[in-house]
């Protein structure tokens, strides 16, 4: 957020973001169905500023559209795993 708030000249202090993730899992490791999910995300964005409402809601919005973990978890984000067991790359 503060690099967006740079660039577009706003003064902002004090930010902070806090994100609590909300998880269940289900099955059983032992029969090997066992799953994990994650059930969402809050997110709270808390700053300090003399900017008006109408920036500020500029900055988070861009700031959200940059944001490089929100579009991975929200987009189809493609997850390549190698496996590399005793030293040697092995497919499973």
Same mark, same amino acid.
Do not use: W, Y
């Given at each position: 957020? #503060?690099?967006? @708030?740079? &660039? &577009?000249?706003? &003064? *902002? #202090?004090?930010?902070?973001?806090? +994100?609590?993730?909300?998880?269940? /899992?289900?099955? =059983?490791?032992?029969?090997? %169905?066992? /799953?994990?999910?994650? %059930?969402?995300?809050? +997110?709270? *964005? #808390?700053?300090?500023?003399? @900017? =008006?409402?109408?920036? *500020? =809601?500029?900055?988070?919005?861009? @700031?959200?559209?940059?944001?490089?973990? /929100?579009?991975?978890?929200?987009? =189809?984000?493609?997850?390549?795993? +190698?496996? &590399?067991?005793?030293?040697?790359?092995? /497919?499973?």
């Amino acid at each position: 957020m #503060s690099q967006v @708030a740079t &660039k &577009k000249r706003l &003064k *902002i #202090s004090n930010e902070r973001v806090r +994100v609590t993730g909300h998880f269940h /899992e289900q099955g =059983s490791v032992l029969r090997g %169905d066992a /799953e994990g999910f994650c %059930d969402g995300f809050e +997110v709270e *964005i #808390s700053l300090d500023t003399e @900017a =008006s409402l109408d920036e *500020i =809601s500029t900055l988070i919005r861009l @700031a959200r559209q940059m944001c490089f973990t /929100e579009k991975a978890l929200t987009g =189809s984000t493609g997850i390549t795993v +190698v496996q &590399k067991i005793n030293g040697m790359f092995m /497919e499973l």
